[in-house]
C-alpha cells in the first residue's frame, strides 16, 4: 500500500513521463517510466552532470521488454528543479523511497552510477527487503575524502570528465575542503546561507560536496543482497581501488573491471556491460573463491623500475627508487620501500621481522596486513582502503621529525573500524 499520494500538478509529455511535486525536497521532479509493471522491475540512479537519467536511455531500451523500468531525474538534475537546497544522500534516500511507494509495487533491481552508486548503496543498506539485486557502477566518494580528493588531483579530472558540472567540482574539491575548514561542514551544508556564499547554490557542487562528506564505512558490509560491481579500467574520476575494496566488504559480490571504458562503462563499452548486468539481474549469489598462493622461497629486489605487476608468495620485497610497481594477489613476509610509488591489491602481508617504508608513496587495498612488529614509516604517504590490520602491538611507528600521518577508508584494526586520518607517533 502506498504511504501517500504525491501533492502535485501532473504534466504529460507522453504516456511514460510525468512531472511531480515530492515531498522530500517539496520540489517538482521529472519521472519516466517504461515496460510493463507486471515484469520484475529495474530503477535506474543517475550520478552528477547535465545528463542526469538521459544516461540511461539506451539501457531502458535494451531491457523495457523483459522489465519494468523507473528512472528520474534526482532533485537538482535535469529536469528537475534546482535551487539552493541540502542535496545530501540522506535525502536523496527519501526521495527514492517516496518514488518507490508510488511506482513499484515489488521488490526491484536497483542500479547506480558514481553518486548514484553511492546513494543505491546507502538505499540497499537501509532497505534490503525491497532490494531484488544492487548494481554499481563506479561509486563515487566512497573513500575517505582525503584519499579520493588526492586520486582526483592526480588525474586532473577536469581534463578527463566530459561533464563540466562534474569536472568544474571534481578540480576545486581539494582547495573546497581547505577553503571550508574552519566551518563545520556539516553546519555549512545545512545552512542556505553558507551554501549559498561558499557553493554558489550550485546543486552539483553542493551534492558533490554533501557525498564526499558522508561516512560509507559501515556501509558496504551490510549489504546481504547479490551485488555487481562495474567499474570502468581507464577511471579517473573514482578510483578502480573503490571496486576492490567493495568486493571485499560486501560479501555477496562480484567484480568486473571493463576494458576500453573510463568512468561510464554503460556508455564507453555498452555491449560488454548490458552482457553483465543481464547476467547479474538473473543471479542469487555470488560464490567467492580464496586465490591460492602457493607458498615459495622467493626473494625480490626492484630498483629502478616502472610498471612492473607482481604476484605470488614472497619471503622478502624490496623496492628501491621505483615508481608504479603493483603487488597483486600476493603474499608477503617481509617488506622493505624506499623512495618509491608501490600498490598492494587483493594482498596478504604476514609480516614478522622489521619492515619500513621511507619516502615513498603507497596504497593498500583490500589486503590483509598481520605484524608482529609494527611497520617503520617514515616521510610517506599512506593510504589503506579495506584493509584489516591485526597486530600485537602499534601498527606503524616513525622515526621522523615530520608529522607522519596514515589515510584509513574502511579500514579495521584488530577488528575495530578505522576510517580517517591518522597521525603515527614515534616507537
Same mark, same amino acid.
Given at each position: ?18 512531472? $511531480?511535486?515530492? %515531498? ?12 510493463? %509493471? ?49 542535496? !545530501? ?9 517516496? +518514488? ?13 552510477? !558514481? ?14 527487503? @525491497? ?14 575524502? *582525503? ?15 566530459? !561533464? ?22 556539516? #553546519? ?11 557553493? @554558489? ?18 556501509? %558496504?558490509?551490510?549489504?546481504? *543482497?547479490?551485488?555487481?560491481? +562495474? ?9 578502480? @581501488? ?29 555491449? #560488454? ?36 605487476? +607482481? ?7 624490496? *623496492? ?11 603474499? $608477503? ?21 622489521? !619492515? ?8 593498500? #587495498? ?10 617503520? $614509516? ?28 596514515? *589515510? ?20
Amino acid at each position: 500500500m502506498k504511504k501517500f499520494l504525491f501533492t502535485f500538478s501532473l504534466f504529460i509529455y507522453c504516456l511514460n513521463a510525468q512531472f $511531480i511535486k515530492e %515531498p522530500i525536497f517539496n520540489e517538482v521532479s521529472y519521472v519516466e517510466t517504461y515496460g510493463n %509493471p507486471k515484469n520484475e522491475a529495474i530503477v535506474f540512479v543517475h550520478g552528477l552532470g547535465k545528463e542526469a537519467s538521459s544516461i540511461w536511455l539506451e539501457s531502458v531500451e535494451a531491457l523495457k521488454k523483459d522489465y519494468y523500468i523507473l528512472i528520474f531525474d534526482l532533485p537538482g538534475f535535469g529536469k528537475s528543479d534546482k535551487s539552493n537546497q541540502l542535496y !545530501s544522500p540522506k535525502r536523496y534516500v527519501g526521495f527514492i523511497d517516496t +518514488l518507490i511507494d508510488n511506482f513499484v509495487d515489488k521488490p526491484f533491481h536497483l542500479v547506480g552510477h !558514481s553518486m548514484g552508486a553511492s546513494i543505491s548503496l546507502k538505499y540497499t543498506s537501509l532497505n534490503q527487503e @525491497r532490494v531484488k539485486s544492487l548494481t554499481l557502477i563506479d561509486a563515487a566518494a566512497i573513500l575517505h575524502k *582525503v584519499a579520493y580528493s588526492e586520486f582526483l588531483v592526480k588525474y586532473k579530472v577536469k581534463e578527463t570528465v566530459k !561533464s563540466d558540472a562534474v569536472s568544474d567540482f571534481m578540480s576545486e574539491l581539494p582547495q573546497m575542503i581547505d577553503t571550508i575548514m574552519p566551518f563545520e561542514v556539516d #553546519t555549512m551544508l545545512n545552512s542556505k546561507l553558507t551554501r549559498k556564499v561558499i557553493l @554558489r547554490s550550485n546543486p552539483n557542487t553542493i551534492a558533490a560536496m554533501a557525498l564526499a562528506e558522508e561516512n560509507f564505512s559501515s556501509i %558496504p558490509q551490510k549489504i546481504e *543482497v547479490p551485488t555487481l560491481i +562495474l567499474w570502468g579500467e581507464e577511471d579517473k574520476t573514482a578510483p578502480p @581501488r573503490t571496486g576492490y575494496a567493495l568486493n571485499k566488504l560486501i560479501k555477496n559480490s562480484k567484480l568486473e573491471i571493463i576494458e576500453d571504458s573510463k568512468h561510464t562503462p554503460m556508455v564507453d563499452n555498452f555491449e #560488454t556491460y548490458l552482457d553483465l548486468l543481464k547476467k547479474h539481474l538473473k543471479t542469487k549469489r555470488y560464490i567467492k573463491k580464496d586465490t591460492k598462493i602457493e607458498p615459495s622461497s622467493r626473494e625480490v629486489v626492484i630498483r629502478n623500475d616502472e610498471g612492473r605487476v +607482481l604476484k605470488g608468495h614472497f619471503k622478502k620485497v624490496e *623496492v628501491y627508487d621505483s615508481k608504479d610497481i603493483t603487488l597483486k594477489d600476493a603474499f $608477503i613476509e617481509e617488506l622493505i620501500i624506499y623512495n618509491s610509488k608501490i600498490d598492494f591489491i587483493n594482498s596478504k602481508l604476514d609480516l614478522t621481522k622489521d !619492515s619500513f617504508i621511507i619516502n615513498s608513496k603507497v596504497q593498500m #587495498t583490500a589486503t590483509t596486513i598481520k605484524l608482529d612488529k609494527p611497520i617503520e $614509516i617514515n616521510n610517506s604517504d599512506f593510504d589503506l582502503a579495506a584493509v584489516d590490520v591485526e597486530t600485537k602491538t602499534k601498527a606503524f611507528y616513525t622515526n621522523s621529525e615530520k608529522k607522519q600521518e596514515v *589515510v584509513y577508508s574502511l579500514c579495521t584494526v584488530n577488528s575495530q573500524p578505522r576510517h580517517g586520518v591518522f597521525t603515527v607517533g614515534h616507537f
